[in-house]
């Protein structure tokens, strides 16, 4: 898409959609959502721009700041919070254990 707000929009995530769209006016969301209906369809990337035109249509207004800075995953600020420190998953729920009833 030459004519687009950031580059390679048709391959871009949703999380990157949602990002960098905060700074559109309404007319280049709509011609997001018109380039997307015409070519990929990816339905998650659609619902996003339908939120977003009716959030402005509501009377949000764009964001200021320049979003072509934006960074797949992570955050823009540098956070160090990685995947590798997420806690590992526990032993699996036990089943048949005897359900306790109060009052009863």
Not at 23 to 52: K, Q, Y
């Amino acid at each position: 898409m030459a004519d687009a707000p950031f580059p390679d929009f048709d391959h871009a995530t949703v999380d990157t959609v949602k990002h960098r769209i905060r700074s559109l006016e309404r007319d280049e969301v709509e011609g997001l959502l018109e380039h997307e209906r015409a070519h990929s369809s990816r339905m998650p990337v659609i619902e996003v721009l339908r939120t977003r035109i009716a959030e402005l249509d509501a009377g949000d207004t764009p964001s200021g700041g320049d979003q072509s800075e934006a960074r797949e995953g992570g955050t823009a600020h540098g956070s160090p919070v990685s995947p590798d420190g997420a806690a590992q998953p526990g032993p699996p729920d036990r089943h048949g254990l005897r359900q306790v009833t109060w009052g009863g």
